[in-house]
């Protein structure tokens, strides 16, 4: 059966369908638990949480479900504090604060300090799967997984990066094609010169690394994951598609926005993170446009924007939000998660059924 | 069978696989000749060239084979002569005319004004098939075409593009992912902002039009053409994949290139011709992006780049050559059409049986 693949095995799941990990708020433990009970694995984003947090969510999420989830953490990198830049930077945001009448800017948290601490609370409470973002972890720490059975998943907008992955023994890679929403998982080049699109991504990447592929960027239905599968990946990893199902704990207007939007309406902006990431376009990503040399890297401009983005939440306006979506939009619906795992599922049956008449 | 698509009939041909128009070299008769006697579609990239040259390669074409081809010819646009965009870019780009020896700067000739001849020459010589890329021609000419039985195919780069070709009624649409090499057939958005990957784009568009729909943009082999069909393409339009074969006019040079190329090599520029445009990144590219606020408008910047890039090749050269491409790069191959041409055809039957296994 198309489901039984190397991701189903080494995941131990029933369908290579990975919820993608999406920091910051979507991934609450209802979703998580919903995908991995419909034979999925969910994934709850830890990038942004705190490690007593995400022992909480974790044992949310158990409460929720016995199936087996992930957690994705954030790679930690060097990070420049360049005074200029960050002098700058909170001048031309300063509009911004004064609207929502938001105090001086405070001092941003090194929330790269989490990733141990996550680490270590991943194994301790034995959590089944990890998967990394931004980078690789060092040997020590994936020595460490493997010793205690946990199974590792690493992400690559590369054929390099995957070579990379594959090198130091990453189980699974999640290979992120261009149309993907939220951040960029690249860490070895420029992000903006390692924006692929999947069609292509794909069988570039698996024609050069054995590990298993899964492919996310722009799928969103069971055409997008034959097509995926056709492309030679043993997966699919889906955002935006889970994003604006019920048990998401993205915004009302965040999931409104991806709903009535269109295939071209998002664009790539560092604004809101320092870091590339995809989202619908909206004022604040066309009037930071100006100041992208200037900006400060992640985590320090995401600490900068995020009273801005919460306050612009708050007073029920989406011009200041990050809208995370990939380029798919058109495709979303608002339905129970457990659902769409079922129509992705059935989909899937019906257009390798169809394939079989041709 | 797969083959048996709308695009199969409506062209009626053998296999709906398009060789994309790449207008200005690589379209060689003996390769539009090769594609359509493998059955598939070969097509005459015609945007830059003359009426006249245009009716000996038709007559050329015709000699090395009795099955239908295409012309595609580019639809004429507004163009603004901004006399201080076309001061300061012909001094920016002295260096490069130093460089190679080449005389001041000649006046362009208008390409656009080719349009109409064009067609006039396809109506008299009956060419089956005519694409267009860059706009849809007005009712009247599209009226002369259908009353010639003349059948047309649009390229959209967003889903109200293809709407508005349906609207028009263009027979078939090709939907340009941005995987896609050479110039984006965008003409209703600011290009950079109709970027959609193509696992992106095809669901999108075949939802929103009845039209058949070709997919293009990244796709290079079996794998690429069953992933099409299942994201609901009724064809596929391949280029750099057949830009690579023996009977292309592409330079050596610009196929080595591809050939030694990765799938994150390749950028976006307007550099070369005032239009959007993926090719692999080089040294014309990279020097001249700081003079992207005052690139004249297509097909000023083409003329005014011609004989840098013609001299440049000449040198053996390609750091200031147009070396067009798409993102698949790492999947292109140095052999004659008619064998490209039964790969493809091979590689998706046996994509289609193994799917018929799963």
């Known amino acids: ?201 794909i069988p570039q990447v698996v024609d050069n690394v054995k590990t298993p592929v899964v492919a996310a960027g722009g799928i969103m239905d069971g055409r997008g994951i034959v097509a995926s599968f056709a492309l030679g990946a043993s997966g699919v990893q889906l955002g935006t598609a889970f994003l604006t199902c019920i048990e998401s704990g993205a915004s009302d207007l965040h999931k409104e926005a991806i709903i009535k939007s269109n295939e071209s309406d998002t664009r790539l902006t560092r604004m809101f993170s320092g870091k590339l990431a995809r989202g619908i376009n909206n004022r604040f990503i066309e009037e930071m446009e100006q100041y992208k040399d200037i900006v400060p890297d992640y985590p320090i401009q995401n600490a900068f924007t995020r009273d801005i983005r919460k306050a612009s939440a708050e007073s029920k306006d989406t011009d200041y939000m990050s809208l995370w979506a990939g380029q798919g939009v058109r495709l979303s619906r608002s339905l129970p998660a457990a659902e769409l795992m079922s129509i992705l599922v059935d989909q899937t049956d019906e257009m390798i059924n169809k394939i079989k008449d041709w």
Do not use: C
């Open 1 to 201: 059966m198309w489901y039984e693949t190397a991701v189903s095995r080494i995941l131990n799941i029933s369908y290579p369908i990975i919820q993608a990990p999406m920091a910051g708020g979507p991934t609450r433990p209802g979703l998580v638990a919903a995908i991995s009970n419909s034979g999925g694995l969910g994934s709850f984003g830890a990038g942004y949480t705190s490690p007593d947090k995400l022992r909480l969510e974790i044992h949310a999420t158990r409460k929720l479900t016995d199936k087996r989830f992930a957690v994705n953490v954030f790679v930690p990198e060097t990070v420049i504090r360049d005074q200029d830049k960050i002098k700058k930077i909170i001048k031309a945001m300063k509009p911004y604060r004064d609207r929502f009448g938001l105090d001086e800017q405070a001092a941003s948290e090194d929330i790269n300090l989490y990733f141990h601490a996550q680490i270590k609370v991943i194994i301790e409470e034995k959590v089944p799967v990890v998967s990394f973002t931004f980078g690789i972890p060092d040997g020590e720490i994936l020595d460490m997984l493997r010793s205690e059975n946990i199974k590792t998943i690493g992400t690559a907008t590369t054929v390099d990066e995957a070579i990379e992955l594959e090198k130091k023994g990453v189980e699974l890679i999640v290979a992120q094609g261009s149309e993907a929403g939220g951040h960029r998982g690249s860490f070895q080049k420029d992000p903006e010169h390692s924006l692929v699109g999947t069609m292509a991504l």
